[in-house]
């Protein structure tokens, strides 16, 4: 699952950065989020989630509805990006920054995707072994769930980040079958009109 909105009166990319918590609405969105999961009917056996704020305060739902407390994991962290705490239009028009954008396919701006899909492969796999039946929730952030989307599929990570199937709060289901991770199924169970999305790397 992807976190719920995020407090950002400046629209800045908030990255890492501490100090992003929850908007009101963003609350009301894991909530729906965790809601919808406990209408499915399935049992949920453990809870990981990212050290941010925003991903721990997503998670307060589940820990209610489900009963379970998260264990922290930092390898659903979001990534790090030179960018962070600026407005992406502004930082985009000057010269300065064009050297971090030389490599997109790496990218040449933060921490690189295959270094991110192997640490979230990494803790999707533990947590899969770790629990003898029932499902594993798993907080983290945009980035992070969309490349692993991507290699899932066997797509080229290299993408463009306007194009990303990964809105607030909404919960891409994958499964292990013969040692092989496979996408069960996408949902955006949370209302999202007029939300602020202008944070993720």
């Known amino acids: 699952m992807r976190h719920g909105e995020v407090h950002n009166p400046r629209r800045v990319l908030y990255g890492r950065l501490p100090g992003y918590g929850l908007s009101a609405d963003g609350r009301r969105m894991a909530r729906q989020a965790a809601e919808y999961v406990k209408g499915l009917g399935r049992p949920i056996a453990?809870?990981?989630?990212?050290?941010?704020?925003?991903?721990?305060e997503s998670a307060e739902p589940f820990?209610?509805?489900?009963?379970?407390?998260?264990?922290?994991?930092?390898?659903?962290?979001?990534?790090?990006?030179?960018?962070?705490?600026?407005?992406?239009?502004?930082?985009?028009?000057?010269?300065w920054n064009w050297r971090h954008l030389?490599?997109?396919?790496?990218?040449?701006?933060?921490?690189?995707?295959?270094?991110?899909?192997?640490?979230?492969?990494?803790?999707?796999?533990?947590?899969?072994e770790s629990v003898d039946g029932g499902d594993v929730v798993i907080v983290s952030h945009?980035?992070?769930?969309?490349?692993?989307?991507?290699?899932?599929?066997?797509?080229?990570?290299?993408?463009?980040?306007?194009?990303?199937?990964?809105?607030?709060?909404?919960?891409?289901?994958?499964?292990m079958v013969d040692g092989r991770w496979t996408e069960v199924s996408y949902a955006e169970p949370a209302s999202t009109a007029g939300a602020v999305d202008v944070g993720a790397v």
């Open 46 to 56: 453990a809870l990981v989630v990212s050290p941010l704020q925003r991903t721990q």
């Open 63 to 95: 820990t209610e509805i489900f009963g379970i407390e998260p264990l922290i994991d930092e390898r659903v962290i979001e990534p790090t990006n030179v960018f962070e705490g600026r407005h992406m239009a502004r930082a985009l028009v000057n010269p």
């Open 102 to 128: 030389r490599r997109p396919a790496l990218p040449s701006w933060g921490e690189p995707y295959v270094e991110v899909i192997a640490r979230m492969n990494a803790a999707m796999t533990q947590a899969w």
């Open 142 to 175: 945009q980035l992070p769930i969309w490349v692993t989307h991507l290699a899932v599929a066997g797509l080229p990570s290299r993408h463009d980040p306007r194009d990303r199937r990964c809105a607030l709060s909404s919960i891409t289901s994958l499964e």
